[in-house]
Nanobody, 127 residues
């Protein structure tokens, strides 16, 4: 099933860590492109991280570089987002998205490139 399903999320204090997982059949395809986006009320949904399954190449928003890591969890056929050094401004609803790409060049943090979206999971970081 391509439709993503998110796992994880919750509440943590600033400086802490959380791990999100996303289940989608796109994570087992060499043309699969998986991404994490986040949204807060009143703001546009923004891209956080993406991974192209064909070569495991990744891309990140500047705001999370060095703190978040997106990776495949082969044994579980899922894609994870490890979030460390969390800040209050990371508080948002996080969405997993799935789509297809012919190469990593086309697997970027552009909402229009993803056809399937999960229901979202809340991440709350208290300062």
């Amino acid at each position: 099933q391509v439709q993503p399903v998110e796992f994880g999320g919750g509440s943590v204090q600033a400086g802490g860590s959380l791990r999100l997982s996303c289940g989608s059949s796109a994570s087992t395809s060499s043309s699969g492109c998986l991404g994490w986006f986040r949204e807060v009320p009143g703001k546009e949904r923004e891209g956080v991280a993406s991974i192209f399954i064909g070569d495991d190449s990744t891309s990140y928003a500047d705001s999370v570089k060095g703190r978040f890591i997106i990776s495949r969890e082969n044994a579980k056929n899922t894609v994870a987002l490890q979030m460390d050094s969390l800040k209050a401004e990371d508080t948002a609803v996080y969405y997993c998205a799935a789509g297809w790409a012919s190469s990593s060049l086309w697997c970027r943090l552009d909402r229009g490139r993803f056809s399937y979206w999960g229901q979202g999971t809340q991440v709350t970081v208290s300062s």
